[in-house]
């Protein structure tokens, strides 16, 4: 039996609905934090300049694309019209399939690259602080100061790998799942347009079904 609800007790159309509508508000304001943020990370990457711009480009076209095929899923789950839930249905597989290999991937390197990541944690933090000095003042040598930043960097990097390791199992579950719904909705689309088409077929007789005609007597 396929699945009738979402999260165990709303009506799978409901439920769909939903996902489609917070999805297009996601990706929406998505590819808006794209276009703000995106003066202070070109200048941030300067001297990649060009592989960001086609990097930023190729973000923003996928944002857009996702939040068509959301707001797509919106109008075809309200409306029930199968094609269109279908198609938000294949597009939202392929960005549950895409997050999973960056999630995972993000996770894993962090992991295996984990005294890296600190040591660069460590050179932010002091040109940080250096970078708040006053140029008029000497800067004054704090006692232990960077092994208290080693050890502040190495505590934040464990959590993020905890942190990360759950949001990474618990968000990819819901995402299979959520786009589970999605497709058993199609499917049931599927089967009401197939018994609908049945139906019609009813309301007239079958060649098989008609009496034979009487040959004529002449």
Same mark, same amino acid.
């Given at each position: 039996m396929g699945m009738s609800t979402c999260c165990c007790c709303i009506p799978l159309r409901i439920g769909v609905i939903i996902i489609a509508v917070f999805s297009t508000i996601l990706?929406?304001? $998505?590819?808006? *934090?794209?276009?703000?943020?995106?003066?202070h990370a070109s200048a941030s990457f300067p001297i990649q300049s060009n592989q960001y711009t086609a990097v930023f480009w190729t973000l923003v076209a996928v944002y857009i694309l996702y939040t068509l095929s959301s707001l797509i899923g919106v109008v075809g789950s309200i409306t029930q019209r199968r094609r269109m839930v279908l198609f938000f249905s294949i597009l939202n597989w392929i960005m549950v399939v895409l997050t999973l290999i960056a999630t995972f991937a993000v996770w894993i390197i962090l992991l295996v690259k984990k005294s890296d990541v600190? =040591? /660069? &944690?460590?050179? #932010?933090?002091?040109?940080?602080? /250096? #970078?708040?000095? *006053? !140029?008029y003042? =000497? !800067?004054?040598? @704090? !006692?232990?100061?960077?092994?208290?930043?080693?050890? /502040? &960097?190495?505590? /934040?990097?464990?959590?993020?790998? @905890? @942190? $990360? $390791?759950?949001?990474?199992?618990? $968000?990819? #579950?819901?995402q299979f799942y959520f786009a589970s719904a999605i497709s058993a909705y199609a499917q049931r689309l599927k089967r009401n347009n197939q018994h609908q088409k049945l139906r019609d077929l009813d309301d007239f007789p079958s060649a098989k079904g008609m009496p034979a005609m009487a040959a004529p007597v002449y």
């Open positions: 990706y929406a304001l $998505g590819t808006a *934090s794209l276009f703000i943020s995106r003066n600190e =040591t /660069a &944690c460590e050179a #932010a933090v002091s040109n940080s602080i /250096a #970078a708040n000095d *006053s !140029p003042h =000497t !800067p004054v040598a @704090i !006692p232990n100061q960077q092994v208290d930043i080693q050890n /502040a &960097c190495q505590e /934040a990097i464990k959590n993020a790998s @905890i @942190i $990360g $390791g759950v949001l990474v199992f618990v $968000g990819n #579950a819901l």
